[in-house]
């Protein structure tokens, strides 16, 4: 006995989630070679993210095995979270995209700043910023589960209410 992935997904689709965007920077092969690959912004929305600890502060993100953002933060120690407003719907459709190859253009028209501890993109109107360092990763099926501790906290907006996903699509409160 068991679950289709089907049966499962609409089942999943009936929990309202944050919606968060995930940032890491990828530091170039050779820091001292400015042609050398590598050095780029990358980022990917998620739904799959949660608290996890108070003392100490611990966050979990669920990142797909294999995807570039678990392939960056397997050798990437630090990262960085945006916790999305309900007026950034398209940063979270654009990051949302699978199979890309860069990042690059991505982040061209979004306001963001550097995080000082992560040096990962913290998108400008996002409702709460988090710098994170990983502490313990999990293998969990076709995901791999990425526990950070949280370096940083800060409340860059207090305008508008969060993103969600439910039922497949992006919602607002109310």
Known sequence: MGVSNEEFRAAMSRLAA????VTAHEPPLDPDDPNAPGGEDVGMTATAFLSV?????????????????????AEQ?????????????????RFAMKGRISDRLLFDDIPYVRGDTSG????????????????????????????????????????????????GRYRQLG
Do not use: N
């Not at 910023?129 to 950070?148: K, S, W």
């Open 77 to 93: 120690p630090l990262w960085a979270v945006s916790v999305l407003s309900e007026s950034q719907r398209h940063v979270a459709g």
């Open 18 to 21: 944050g919606v968060v965007l």
């Open 53 to 73: 600890s108070l003392d100490p502060p611990l966050v979990m993100v669920s990142l797909r095995e294999g995807s570039r953002m678990d392939d960056l933060l």
């Open 120 to 167: 990962a993109p913290l998108v400008g109107g996002a409702l709460a910023t988090l710098e994170c360092r990983t502490e313990q990763t999990v293998t969990a099926g076709d995901h791999t589960l990425v526990i950070g501790r949280v370096l940083t906290a800060e409340l860059p907006s207090a305008d508008g209410g969060p993103l969600m996903y439910f039922k």
